[in-house]
């Protein structure tokens, strides 16, 4: 399985990985996936990066036709090099600032980075770990007191998120260590979990920035 970033075109996905859609929706203070519409499957798909398609989330050529500029502009620092560390006093947190807005960060008694704090009680520690290992830019993760991740065990897949409550369409979240390659060749660290810009916006290409929400990106699916 790999994602290929084109230069100024779209991600080439190889290995038939699973491709879903998903709705955020709240739940109390926190918030869930809903079931999106079902989208086929393929052993190899091209996914829309200008944001301008008519058959979303895939590509049509749409690129093409507005001399889209993809050129990729985030760092490729390793993520222990970018992120700061918060500490509480069971569990720390590692936090790159790479968001996508997705919101998964908030839990029922509070964020991920308060949860830390008070992870003295185990209910808040466990909340933490969940609103860490939610967050599907993999900008949280969160590490116990002798350094050992406590990530999740995701299997390979890309979901296309739609956020209704923030009236637009959402980026594309993969999980899995899928693997991601440069327009020049180059691999990005294979994570877990990172998102993917899909509306042509972020000043942070090719990840995620939530400019999809400033936007109002809405690829007809919202």
């Given amino acids: 399985m790999k994602i290929k970033i084109v230069k100024d075109g779209p991600y080439l996905v190889t290995g038939g990985v699973p491709l879903t859609e998903k709705i955020i929706v709240p739940d109390g203070n926190a918030y869930k996936y809903e079931e999106g519409r079902e989208l ?40 222990e090099d970018r992120a700061e560390i918060y500490k509480g006093p069971t569990i720390d947190m590692m936090d790159d600032r790479r968001c996508a807005l997705a919101r998964f960060c908030h839990q029922r008694d509070g ?24 967050c599907p830019s993999g900008r949280l993760t969160v590490r116990d007191k002798f350094g050992n991740l406590m990530e999740p065990e995701l299997s390979p897949a890309i979901i296309v998120s739609q956020d209704p409550e923030r009236r637009a369409s959402g980026g594309l979240f993969i999980q899995g260590g899928i693997p991601l390659e440069a327009a020049d060749g180059e691999l990005y660290e294979v994570q877990n ?30």
């Avoid at 301008?52 to 490729?76: I, Q, V, W, Y």
Wanted: proline share 4%; hydrophobic share 25%; aromatic share 8%.
């Fill in 111 to 134: 964020d991920a980075w308060q949860l830390v704090h008070y992870s003295s009680s185990g209910k808040h520690r466990d909340q933490a770990i969940q609103a860490a290992s939610e």
């Fill in 193 to 222: 979990r990172m998102a993917l810009c899909r509306c042509g916006t972020s000043k942070n290409r090719p990840f995620c920035d939530a400019c999809h929400i400033r936007t109002g990106f809405d690829d007809g699916h919202l």
């Fill in 40 to 79: 086929p499957q393929a052993e190899e798909y091209a996914l829309c990066r200008c944001g301008k398609s008519k058959n979303p989330p895939f590509c049509d050529g749409a690129h093409l036709e507005e001399h889209f500029d993809g050129t990729e502009t985030a760092s490729r620092d390793k993520y």
